[in-house]
Each structure stands twice: as structure tokens, then as C-alpha cells.
Antibody, heavy 120, light 107 residues
Framework: EVQLVESGGGLVQPGGSLRLSCAAS????????INWVRQVPGKGLEWVSA???????YFADSVEGRLIISRDNFKNTVYLQMNSLRVEDTAMYYC??????????????WGQGTLVTVSA | DIQMTQSPSTLSASVGDRVTITCRAS??????LVWYQQKPGKAPKYLIH???NLESGVPSRFSGSGSGTEFTLTISSLQPDDFATYYC?????????FGQGTRLEIK
């Protein structure tokens, strides 16, 4: 069974950092692109970042330069390092498995999410 | 960036109704469109890919159509489990973008 489990969320002050993790099981992580999608409670979905199976990285304009995405295929885990956090980064962060290795054909499996709260 | 616009934002309907949700792209995306269903407190669920291909296990009352810039999601006969929020998403190019969502509520 495919599973994605996020962790690492929490309360952080503006300007601070957090590292989110997405642990995968039930499939070979190295064969698929993995994405991060966030959602402010009660609002819509916003794609944040993706890393392809070959390591190509993509970011939304709103987070470009502040986030680093990486993957450890041996640990079957994808990481999202979030720096210079802003109040507007407050959201539930989901990791989501793409259907394909590179590019995207949609996200067929999602984790349960980890909540990031940026507040003084 | 490709902008995705859904309409309506909220749709009130009854069990058994046929409903249609529209999604428009700001430029042609061919059929690089996905539909998701999301229920409160849950992650989105992958429903339809490449505009019209039903994901395995999704009931046949769901269907998708369209290409280019205009797409529709139709539920032929609403069931109680279908009341949720629906999102379209383009994956023709990065950044990947979602529509703002359509909340389907019970009339």
C-alpha cells in the first residue's frame, strides 16, 4: 500500500526555519516526482514545490529562494527546508506523489499533512 | 503562469441531481488537467486525469470533458458521499496551478 507521512510542522516565529519530511512507503520513491502542496485552513490548494526522480527542482514564485527541496532515496524520504518563514506561509503542508517520474500527470497519493504555523 | 478559474464557487444541489462544474485555463493546456475531490479534514483525492480519464475505483457517475482552455466535471446523479469541494489542476507546465475550488453543498 502506498503511504506518505509528513512530519516536522509546528509553530515558528517569522523569519525562522523548519524542515518538513515526507516518508514514503509501498513504492520506490526514486521512480516518481514528489510534490508539496499547501492549504491555508478553509482555503484552496496551492502547489509549492516539486522534485523529479532525476532531481530536477521546481518552486512556486511565492516561495522561490526561501525553500529547498531534496530527496534521500535510500531513506525513501523527501525534505522541504523552509527558511525566512512569513506569516503567510501558515498552512497545512501536504506531500503528494506524482503519477510520473518527471513533469507531472497529477498527484495520485497524498499524505495526511503537517501543519505549519508562523506567528510571533 | 497559467491561471485556472472554476465556476461556480459554490453549488447547492440535491441527491440525484446532475451537476456540472467548469474550469477554465488562461491559455491552452491541451488535456493536461486533473480533477480532485476534497472532504473536510482530508487530503484531496485523485478523481480524473488527462481531462476525461477516470481514476480506478472512482464511480462512473463522475465524468470529465474538455480540452484547450475549457473543461467540465459532471456528476450524473449526486450521492450523499459526493458533497465535497472539487478542484481542477493544470499540469501542462510549472508552476502547477489549481482552480480556487467549487464547494458542492446539500440544498
Amino acid at each position: 500500500e502506498v503511504q506518505l507521512v509528513e512530519s516536522g510542522g509546528g509553530l515558528v516565529q517569522p523569519g525562522g526555519s523548519l524542515r518538513l519530511s515526507c516518508a514514503a512507503s509501498g513504492f520506490t520513491l526514486s521512480n516518481y516526482a514528489i510534490n508539496w502542496v499547501r492549504q491555508v485552513p478553509g482555503k484552496g490548494l496551492e502547489w509549492v514545490s516539486a522534485i523529479s526522480s532525476s532531481g530536477a527542482k521546481y518552486f512556486a514564485d511565492s516561495v522561490e529562494g526561501r525553500l529547498i527541496i531534496s530527496r534521500d532515496n535510500f531513506k525513501n524520504t523527501v525534505y522541504l527546508q523552509m527558511n525566512s518563514l512569513r506569516v503567510e506561509d501558515t498552512a497545512m503542508y501536504y506531500c503528494a506523489k506524482d503519477v510520473v517520474a518527471s513533469g507531472s500527470e497529477g498527484f495520485d497519493h497524498w499524505g495526511q499533512g503537517t501543519l505549519v504555523t508562523v506567528s510571533a | 503562469d497559467i491561471q485556472m478559474t472554476q465556476s461556480p464557487s459554490t453549488l447547492s444541489a440535491s441527491v440525484g441531481d446532475r451537476v456540472t462544474i467548469t474550469c477554465r485555463a488562461s491559455q491552452s493546456i491541451s488535456t493536461w488537467l486533473v480533477w480532485y475531490q476534497q472532504k473536510p479534514g482530508k487530503a484531496p483525492k485523485y478523481l480524473i486525469h488527462k481531462a476525461s480519464n477516470l481514476e480506478s475505483g472512482v464511480p462512473s457517475r463522475f465524468s470529465g470533458s474538455g480540452s484547450g482552455t475549457e473543461f467540465t466535471l459532471t456528476i450524473s446523479s449526486l450521492q450523499p458521499d459526493d458533497f465535497a469541494t472539487y478542484y481542477c489542476q493544470q499540469h501542462k507546465s510549472y508552476p502547477i496551478t489549481f482552480g480556487q475550488g467549487t464547494r458542492l453543498e446539500i440544498k
